[in-house]
């Protein structure tokens, strides 16, 4: 089963309760749709946390959201993992990274991490801010090129901001600096083909026009 669920933002009692909350069981996955957050100051007390985790039966992944500190979790090997490009942080725990097509559990799920800070201006860069939180021309490339090769239809789409056109659906003033990976999803949203899409970063639980649900508390299997 795969489970899916919203921003985290390194509060290791939020998973805590993620786990004690789901039936997670050995080859379950649990995805995070950005914001992991658990890789941010890169100090020993995370790194703890995380070999913790290593000992659970299910697998944890995330794609990226805007609030990770990049370079920390580029420094991970990269590997190729059910078909798509991952850095490898524990033995069951990884990062999806942007524009990727993976095979899991006989669906295919596309991931676009990455979003702009709204907040940007009251963090520091290197500290709590990295410029790699927007995905780079290559990316956005290597998601077209693997959306074409798979016939532009998957079965689920994980992403941490939302289309453009679906934030304003919201009631959410879309921010001018999102407007190229905002427009990009809105180019996914009438070019693919997808069962259902997964988002987070807008902090609320909701269902949203064009079969896209907003996840933040709630922890979901993916259907
Ligand atoms: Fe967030």
Known sequence: MIYVTGDMHGEQEKLLAAERDTPL?????????GDFGYIFRNDERERAFLDEVENRPYTLCFV???HENFPAIYAYPEEIWNGGRVHRIRKNIYHL????????????????????????HFRIEGV??????????????????NLLACGKKVDYILTHTMPLKTIRQGGWFPDPHDLELTSYLEWILYQVQYQHWYCGHFHADCDLPGKITLMWNEVMPME
């Open 25 to 33: 069981r050995e080859g379950d996955t649990l995805i995070v749709c």
């Open 64 to 66: 990226d959201g805007n």
């Open 97 to 120: 990274m942007r524009g990727q097509v993976f095979q899991l559990e006989e669906k295919r799920v596309f991931t676009m991490g990455g979003a702009y800070s709204i907040d940007r």
């Open 128 to 145: 709590s801010w990295w410029p790699e939180e927007r995905p780079c021309r290559e990316e956005y490339d290597e998601a077209t090129r």
